[in-house]
Each structure stands twice: as structure tokens, then as C-alpha cells.
């Protein structure tokens, strides 16, 4: 299911949709495909809630951890990054302009493989690529 539609039926549960909420699910909207950290997320919630305090972003945040509506990205250095829960996919992290690509298919098969062969249950995946994206290996 789509971020968006996850989010809107928070609203027929028993979540409350404060002023503040709805700012933080916004932005997330608008830049989740970046793998924003709640920083940005901050900066954009505040185009639609310009009150809207850091505290309420991190809680806001939690929420939709504990509920997985999204996935946490820890990288070695920096803030811990956020993505819409969805397939398992492993990530690029550039070095030199910090973005995170998804890399889709390979680690979906290695993962149904791993299951196969060993009668694992895989619940989730963390894996990470270093070096340079295509645009910064250009550049060198
Ligand atoms: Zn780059
Ligand atoms: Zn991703």
C-alpha cells in the first residue's frame, strides 16, 4: 500500500490527526523517496504547521516505526534516514553527495533464497553499499 493511502486510513483508526500530524505526514509525502532524516522532515513539516516543535516530528516518527508504516535507515555516519516500509531492498549510499538509491531485485532473490535453502523466516533486511553514484563517479 501506498505511503499516502497508510497514512489516510490512520485517520479511520483511533489515531489522532492533530494539526501537527498532518504536517509531519506532508512532508512526508513530499519527500519521503529521499530517504529524509527527521530533520528534513522537520524543515518541511514546518511549511504546513509552522509551530511544529522537533520533539513532536521524533514522536510522530516513532509512531509510524511501531506501526511500520515506515522503516528506519541506520548509516555509519549521520542521522538515522526514513523510508516507506515496502519491499526488501538493499541500499547505495554515495560518499560523495550522501544520497541513498534503493537497490531493488538482487536482495529479494538472495533473501527468498537464503529462506528456501535453510527454512529461514527472513522478517527484515539491512543492507548497506558504499562508494559513488553514478553522477559523483563522473565528476572524479
Ligand atoms: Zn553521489
Ligand atoms: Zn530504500
Do not use: W
Not at 20 to 27: E, K, M, N, S, W
Not at 88 to 105: E, M, T
Request: contains cysteine; neutral net charge.
Amino acid at each position: 500500500m501506498p505511503l499516502v493511502n497508510r497514512l489516510k486510513k490512520l485517520k479511520d483508526d483511533k489515531y489522532q490527526l492533530t494539526p501537527q500530524r498532518q504536517a509531519v505526514f506532508q512532508a512526508l509525502n513530499d519527500i519521503i523517496l529521499e530517504h529524509p532524516t527527521a530533520e528534513d522532515i522537520y524543515a518541511r513539516a514546518k511549511k504546513y504547521y509552522s509551530q511544529i516543535g522537533l520533539a513532536t516530528v521524533y514522536r510522530t516518527l516513532e509512531l509510524l516505526l511501531e506501526l511500520q508504516i515506515l522503516n528506519p535507515i541506520l548509516v555509519p555516519k549521520g542521522s538515522t534516514r526514513y523510508e516507506a516500509a515496502h519491499s526488501r531492498h538493499a541500499h547505495f549510499v554515495c560518499l560523495g553527495c550522501g544520497r541513498i538509491i534503493d537497490v531493488d531485485k538482487h536482495l529479494n532473490q538472495y533473501a527468498n533464497a537464503v529462506e528456501q535453502e535453510a527454512g529461514f523466516a527472513v522478517t527484515s533486511t539491512s543492507v548497506q553499499l558504499f562508494g559513488y553514484c553514478a553522477d559523483c563517479n563522473h565528476q572524479q
